[in-house]
């Protein structure tokens, strides 16, 4: 995630809405070394019986830097606990 601050952000909002959309960027916008927003590309899905943060999760890839991690439990180790 890029971050930028909100001067840098209200210059910019077009190229950084552009690179959000077509490359899917995300873009944290703060300002004293802080976030207080970020800018992601909105899922081309949409359930509207569930709220816009899960959509958000659930169909915008989001979450797609996870595939390359490795499984830290196992199916077995997860109905053992949980199960």
């Given at each position: 995630?890029?971050?930028?601050?909100?001067?840098?952000?209200?210059?910019?909002?077009?190229?950084i809405i552009d690179r959000v959309k077509y490359r899917g960027e995300v873009f944290?916008?703060?300002?004293?070394?802080?976030i207080d927003a970020v800018v992601l590309k909105f899922p081309e899905m949409y359930n509207a019986a569930v709220n816009d943060v899960t959509n958000i999760n659930a169909y915008s890839k989001s979450f797609d830097f996870l595939k390359d991690?490795?499984?830290?439990?196992?199916?077995?180790?997860?109905?053992?606990r949980y199960a």
């Open positions: 995630m890029k971050i930028v601050t909100t001067t840098n952000a209200r210059k910019n909002i077009k190229a944290g916008i703060g300002r004293r070394d802080s991690e490795p499984d830290l439990y196992s199916v077995a180790d997860l109905k053992k």
